[in-house]
C-alpha cells in the first residue's frame, strides 16, 4: 500500500520586535529582543503586516514545545536595581499555554517560574497582553539571588489539552521586547478595605488603597481606570492626579455604583470589573496595577447575595428527616464522633506547613494514619508508634493531620450542633473556630515568595484549602447558634474568613485544584461579607464559571481525562454552587448540568460511584431519571437532608454505546437484555490525560465491573523510591522505537452496534497528523458476546520496531498461567523514554506467533488474554502505576525492524463456576470480489470461535465500504462482523 506523505504539524513563532516597546516604570528600563534558543529547520519567508520588523519561524516538531529567550548582563541590571521584568505577547495560534523562566545564567540554583496562563493569555483571542511580574514571585519554590554572570529570560509556548486537539493546531504569537525595571510603586490594602451598602438610590461600594512611593524623590501620577468592562456600574477613583511625596503615600478610594432602577434587575452575586493603574503623569504610561499575587487585580462590583439569618447555606431542616439520619448508622457514628470531640484539647499545634504525602512509615514504606490527637497508627507495623521517634518531614505532616482533625471536628461538631439544638457542640466547635481566629493572622507562610506555597497551615495553597474548607460550613452554622458575643463573631469573621480568604485566592493552578481553592476561599469570603472576593470566585478571571470553559470540554469532561479527577472538581464546584444557591444566586445553570451527564456517559454501567453525593444536588434542580437513580441510595447522608428525593426510579436501560467526543472517550457495553450488562469497554482515543502519559488509543476491558486489562494513568509519589513522574508504558498502546508518540489525537472513524448486537469501533491516527512521523496506526475494538478483541495495525514509511503494550489487572501479578521460560532482559529499560519505569525485564520468545496467558482478576473470576502475530518478540516487565505505586503486569509484543505489523488481541473472563465459551482466534484468507488475495497492509481476516458460533472479522485500511470475502463469507469494510452458528 502507498501511504501518502505524512503532512507536519506546523508549530508558528511569529517574533517581532521592537513594535510594542513601553516604558512601564519610573526608573530606565534595559531591553532586549526574543531570540530562538531552539534552532529551527528551516525558515521561510514572513508573512506579517510589518515584514521588516518581524521573522517567521516553521518548526517541524508535531505538537512540541518552542522557546525564544533573552539575556541581559549582571551589572546592567544592578545599575537599574531591577525587580520587574515586563513585555507585551499576543496569542493568534491555537489555544497555548506559556511559561516564563527567569534564572540566573549559567548558575542553575537562580530561577523563577511564572505559568502565564494565570494572567489569562491562553486562548488565541488576538489581543495584546501586559505582562508585568513581580521578580519576587514565582509559582514554584525558586529562589533567584543573584549569583550569575548573565540574566536569561525563556518563554515556553505548547499547545493546551484543547489546542491539541484541534483539526490544525498550531502556535503563533506575537512579542514585543523583554524588558527588565524597577517599579517605584507598591498598592497594598487600606483598613477597611472593601465597604458595600445599598440605600433608596442604589448600590454603593467602596475600595481603599494605599499607594506607596518606593523611590527617595517624589512622582507626579494619575490614577486611571479601565472601564471597559462595565454596563450597569460606574467607576470613579479619588483623587485622580497625585503628588506623591518622597517614601510616602496616599490613600486612594474607588468607588463602584449602580442606580435602583438598573440593580433591581440584576441577580445576586452578579458583578463587573473595573481595572485599575497607575499613570506617569508627564508622559501618560502606565506605570503599576494591583496585583494579588502576580497576578492583575479587577476591583468588583457585586450585588449582594439575598439577606438570610445563619446558617446561610443550609436550607430549612425538616424534623422528620433529622430525625431520621440520626437514628440512622451514619447520623449515630457522628454523634460518637462528637462525644469524644467535646472533651479534646481544642488548641492547634504550633508545627505549621507538614506535607500530608509525607506521612508514611519509611521502615514499612506503608502509610501512617491519624486516629485522633496523638495517636499515629503504622500500617506496616499495625501497632501505634511515637511520632517523636520520625524524621522532621513526618513530625511536621503529623501536625497537618492534627489540624485537619480539628477544622473536620469543628465541622462535626457543628452539624450535631444543628441537627440536635444543643449548644455544647456548638459552643465546643466555636472554641475551634476561635482558636484559629485569634492565631492566623499571624502564622507565617510557608513561602512568601511563590503563589502557590504562601500557605499559612499547609505546605502548599492545596493542603491549605483542605484544611480551612471545613471551618467555612462549621462558622456558618455556629455564627446563628447564638453561643457567640458580637466581638467573637467579628473576631471569626474578620481575623479567620476574610484573612484565609485572602490568603488562599493567591494562587491559581488548574481543574481540581483550582475548584478546591475557589469553593473554600469563596465560601469564607461570603461569610466575611467580602462579596468581591465571592464574585471573584464564582465569575472571575479564574473563578468556577470561567473552569467549566478552560477546564472542561464542550461536552462537560474533564480535560484531565480521568473520572477521579473530573469529580475532584464536581464536588467542590458542586458544594460552592450549593452556598450560592441557598443565597439567591443562579448557580446551577445548563453548562454546569453538562459536568454531571459527562460521568454517566463515561462509567461502565450508566452509575457513578466516585463521589455520588453531588447527584443529590443534581437530581434537586434537575429531576431527571439519570441522576436520580444514582442519587437514591444516598439519602441517609448529611447531604440527603439538604437535598431530600421526591421520588424514585427502577434502573435505566443501558445504552450500548455512549461517546463523549469532545473528550475523546467512547465506553461500549454487551448486554444479554438491556440492564445485564455482560463485558463492557473503554477506549481514549482523543487528546492525552492532561497530566500525562501515553493513553491515546487505550482500551480497558471490565467483566463485572472487574478489569480483564488495565488502563493506567501515572506513577505516584509519597512512598519510598517512588517519582511523580509518568510512565508512558502504562496506556496499553503503541511505542515506536521505544518512544512516546506526540499529543495528537487520533480520529473515530467507525463506533456502531451492528445488526447481530456486536458492539465494534475504529480509531486511527493517520498520516496527516502522526503519533510519530511517517507512521500510521490504526486500531479496532469489538464486543463479540462476552468476547473483547482488539486489532491493531500499524504502517510506515520506513523499518521501526513497533511494540505494542498490554497491562493486566494487579491481581494477576506473579500469578498468571501459560507463561514461557524466561530469561532476564534488563537493556529493555535503557530502549527509549517509553521504558524508562519499568521494572524486571524479561524476554520469553524472540519469534513467536501467539500468546496465550491465564489470569485471576479478583473475586475468583479469572481472566484470559491471548494474541496472534506475524513473528512476534514477548517481553514482560513490571510496571508501577497510580498516585502511591501499584505493581502491574505489563506484557509487549514486539515486531522488529518492520515498515508494517498486525496484532489481534483477545481478553475474555469467566466467574466461578462459569464455562468459558471461547476457543480460539485464527488469522483467514481475505479476498476481494474477484479472488485477489489481499495482504496484511490491505486488509486483516480473522475467525474467532466459541462453543456455538464462528464470528468472522474483518478489518480494511480503506474507508469506502467495499465487498471482501473472508474464509469464504461476504464482508463489508472496513470493519464487520458475521456471526454463524455451528
Known sequence: MCLPKPIMLTLTILVLSGMFAVNLHAQPTLQANWQGVEQPNHIIQPQSAHPEASQLLDVEKPAGAYKVAAEFDRDQLKAINADVVSFDVTLLGSESSLVLEVFGYPASTDHRRYYLEKLGIRHADGKQHRVQLNMAMDDDIYRFERTYEKVRVQLTAKLSPKGVTEASPHLKMALGPVQFSTSGLKLTDA???????????????????????????????????????????????????????????????????????????????????VGVWVVDASTGKRLLQPTVGYVPEYLFGVVPPKA?????????????????????????????????????DTTPPDILHGNPNSFYDRKTNKPLRYHGIGKVWSEGRKAYVAINEFPEKVIKAEAYMHHRYLSEGALK??????????????????????????RYPDYPCFNPRSTAFQAKIGWAMLQESWWFEPLVDAADMVLGSGVLTAEQETLIRENLMAEAAKVIRIHRVASNQQAEVNASYGGAALLAKRYDLAAEAWDGPAGIKQQWADDFDADGYSVERDQAYHFASLKP???????????????YTPTFKRLFEAPIARALDGRVRKSPAVYLSAAHHWPEPQFIEIAQDFTDTWEGLKHPLEQTVAGQVLPRISTLEHAGYTVFRQTDTEQNLKMAATINWGSPVYRGGIVLLSPAFYRGQRPINYQSMRIGYGYQNSKFSYTSASGN??????????????????????????????????????GWPGVVWSRAMLLIDDIGLVIDQAQ?????????????????????????????????????????????????????????????????NQGN?????????????????????????????????????????????????????????????????????????????????????DHFVLLTYQQQPEIYLVGGQRLKGPLSVLSMGK
Open 733 to 770: 498502546g503503541l511505542l515506536v522505537d521505544g518512544h512516546v508518540g506526540s499529543s495528537l489525537s487520533a480520529q473515530m472513524l467507525i463506533s456502531k452496534t451492528d445488526d447481530a448486537g456486536n458492539t465494534i469501533g475504529l480509531w486511527r491516527r493517520s498520516s496527516t497528523r502522526p
Open 573 to 587: 464546584m458542586t458544594h460552592f454552587a450549593d452556598r450560592l444557591d441557598q443565597l439567591g444566586v443562579p448557580a
Open 865 to 949: 488474554f491471548r494474541a496472534i502475530g506475524d513473528g512476534m518478540t514477548w517481553l514482560h516487565a513490571t510496571s508501577q502505576t497510580n498516585w502511591h505505586p501499584r505493581k502491574l503486569p505489563l506484557h509487549i509484543l514486539r515486531f522488529k525492524d518492520r515498515q508494517d505489523a498486525w496484532l489481534a488481541t483477545v481478553f475474555t473472563g469467566r466467574a466461578p463456576r462459569e464455562t468459558n465459551n471461547f476457543t480460539s482466534i485464527t488469522r483467514v484468507e481475505v479476498t476481494d470480489q474477484v479472488g485477489h488475495v489481499q495482504p496484511a497492509t490491505q486488509a486483516i481476516g480473522l475467525m474467532l470461535s466459541t462453543q456455538t458460533h
Open 413 to 438: 461538631l457543628a452539624k450535631v450542633g444543628y441537627l440536635t439544638g444543643e449548644s455544647e457542640y456548638y459552643k465546643q466547635a466555636g472554641k475551634i473556630l476561635l482558636e484559629y481566629a485569634s
Open 191 to 273: 483598613k477597611p478595605r472593601y465597604q458595600s451598602e445599598i440605600s433608596a438610590n442604589g448600590l454603593k461600594i467602596t475600595h481603599r488603597l494605599l499607594l506607596h512611593n518606593k523611590l527617595s524623590k517624589p512622582q507626579s501620577l494619575d490614577m486611571q481606570l479601565d472601564s471597559q468592562q462595565l454596563q450597569h456600574f460606574q467607576a470613579v477613583v479619588h483623587p485622580q492626579h497625585i503628588e506623591l511625596a518622597a517614601n510616602g503615600e496616599q490613600l486612594v478610594t474607588v468607588t463602584i455604583q449602580c442606580p435602583r432602577q438598573q440593580l433591581d434587575g440584576l441577580s445576586p452575586l452578579y458583578a463587573e470589573s
Open 308 to 344: 438570610k439569618p445563619h446558617p446561610w447555606f443550609l436550607p430549612e431542616a425538616d424534623p422528620k428527616r433529622v430525625e431520621a439520619y440520626l437514628q440512622s448508622r451514619r447520623g449515630k457514628k457522628l454523634m460518637e464522633q462528637a462525644q469524644i470531640l467535646l472533651t479534646i
Open 796 to 860: 510506515a514509511d520506513k523499518p521501526h520496531d513497533f511494540d505494542f503494550l498490554w497491562m493486566l489487572p494487579p491481581d494477576a501479578l506473579g500469578k498468571q498461567k501459560g507463561l514461557a521460560d524466561a530469561t532476564a532482559f534488563p537493556a529493555l529499560s535503557e530502549q527509549g523514554d517509553g521504558y524508562q519505569y519499568l521494572q524486571s525485564p524479561q524476554l520469553f520468545h524472540d519469534v513467536i506467533s501467539e500468546v496465550n496467558i491465564e489470569y485471576p482478576m479478583g473475586r475468583g
